[in-house]
């Protein structure tokens, strides 16, 4: 049962423009979300989060977005660059469930920014 | 510098062998974390444990053990009893889970 899914595998964008990652989520207990960049043979590193009571989170380039009545998450990156080719995953956890020292992730997707 | 280390990072080993990978920590993480990467599958948790001399299972714990016996320590046992041992294993750390976990660079076992 796969509670948080990241459902388009490859994505690639031109250098310069818009990269959206988009992510579900079926538990509604789900109250916090996380984002991960992961390069080949590297483990993740963390990237942006937001809680269930913001719709939007901004990092610089990176823009988190909630939409909690569809249980649905973006990830925006404006400009894309050569260096976020990577896959990026998407994590959730239910802090007020008391399961907050677990994260589920998806499956990530593979973002490629061309020349 | 803090941070987490893994290894090694390839390990072989053959069918039917236990093999223990290690995961040390010297950022004074409560919590430490192992999960278990394969394509297409993304990351799934195996084992954690939020104190010392505690652990507890995760989605994916058949055929594997922990344990933490110190703060900076979490090594994994693959027993025998894991039917597909091949995949990337990541260990992770973290004090506050608002802060994300801190993984390690992975170790790749391959069972032949």
């Known amino acids: 049962d796969q509670q948080v899914k990241q459902n388009s595998p490859s994505l690639s964008v031109q250098e310069g423009r818009i990269s959206i990652l988009n992510c579900d989520y079926t538990?509604?207990?789900?109250?916090?979300f996380l984002w991960y960049k992961k390069y080949p043979a590297e483990g993740p590193t963390f990237l942006i989060s937001?809680?269930?009571?913001?719709d939007k989170n901004e990092d610089g380039r990176f823009t988190v977005f909630l939409n909690k009545s569809a249980k649905h998450l973006s990830l925006h990156i404006v400009p894309s660059q050569p260096g976020d080719s990577a896959v990026y995953f998407c994590a959730a956890t239910a802090f007020g469930a008391g399961t907050a020292s677990k994260l589920t992730f998806g499956t990530g997707t593979r973002l490629q920014v061309t020349l | 510098d803090g941070g987490i280390t893994q290894s090694p990072k390839y390990l072989f080993r053959k069918e039917g062998q236990n093999v223990t990978l290690s995961c040390e920590q010297n950022l004074n993480h409560d919590a430490m974390y192992w999960y278990r990467q394969d394509p297409g599958q993304g990351l799934r948790l195996i084992y954690y444990?939020?104190?010392?001399?505690?652990?507890q299972k995760g989605d994916i714990a058949e055929g594997y053990s922990v344990s933490r016996e110190k703060k900076e320590s979490f090594p994994l046992t693959v027993t025998s009893a894991q039917k597909n041992p091949t995949a990337f294993y990541l260990c992770?750390?973290?004090?506050?889970?608002?802060?994300?976990?801190?993984f390690g660079s992975g170790t790749r076992l391959t069972v032949v």
């Open positions: 538990n509604s207990m789900f109250d916090y």
């Open positions: 992770a750390s973290s004090t506050g889970l608002r802060q994300g976990y801190t």
């Open positions: 937001i809680s269930s009571i913001k």
């Open positions: 444990s939020q104190i010392v001399n505690d652990f």
